[in-house]
């Protein structure tokens, strides 16, 4: 397909008239949309008129004795109710375990941590009174022995196995039952 100068001038016309890209490709024929808005970049073609379909919006009416309702917040209950709450009283936070008497000679800042030392972390990271536990750590684990039954706790049973469980223990005890009672053997009389 070639740009001739009868299609360009067609194409201007239809442009300046406020037709679609889409719309000029139909009536050029053989023309895609994109080559369309391609050749209008390229002529500089801008200042359309508006089409029919675009309106000018209308103003709404204001009702004269409208009560404004209060504003509040879309989504009341957002976040964590428990961590909110914690903010709201205003109390400062108190850890619910009460944390190890850590001698002044084991306690570690992050220059002085060694692979073998204990990372839990005491105090606020923003205080000068800041330190890492600095115990001899489990093998394998950042933590030392206290710290890391503190950090690390078995998962809970899933609802499925909790059940199966439940099946297998009243299967057992039932054969364990069977297996106490004796059997008696049936007498000739």
């Not at 306690?107 to 205080?127: A, M």
Request: hydrophobic letters at 30%; a positive charge.
């Amino acid at each position: 397909m070639s740009w001739t100068d009868e299609r360009v001038e067609l194409l201007k016309k239809l442009w300046s008239e406020g037709l679609s890209a889409s719309q000029i490709a139909g009536r050029l024929g053989s023309v895609t949309r994109n080559a369309v808005i391609g050749k209008v970049h390229r002529l500089g073609l801008s200042g359309r008129a508006t089409t029919s379909r675009v309106k000018s919006h209308r103003p709404r009416k204001r009702i004269a004795n409208a009560v404004k309702r209060p504003t509040r917040a879309r989504f009341p209950t957002s976040g964590n109710p428990t961590v909110r709450e914690l903010y709201a009283t205003g109390e400062p936070y108190v850890a619910p375990v009460e944390e190890i008497d850590i001698p002044e000679k084991q306690r570690k800042s992050v220059e002085t941590l060694e692979t073998c030392s204990c990372r839990w972390p005491v105090g606020d990271p923003q205080n000068q009174d800041f330190y890492f536990c600095g115990g001899n750590a489990v093998p394998g684990l950042p933590y030392c022995e206290h710290h890391a039954r503190r950090a690390f706790q078995a998962p809970a049973p899933k609802r499925r196995e909790k059940e199966n469980a439940d099946v297998v223990r009243a299967a057992m005890a039932r054969v364990e039952g069977e297996r106490r009672t004796p059997v008696s053997e049936p007498s000739d009389a």
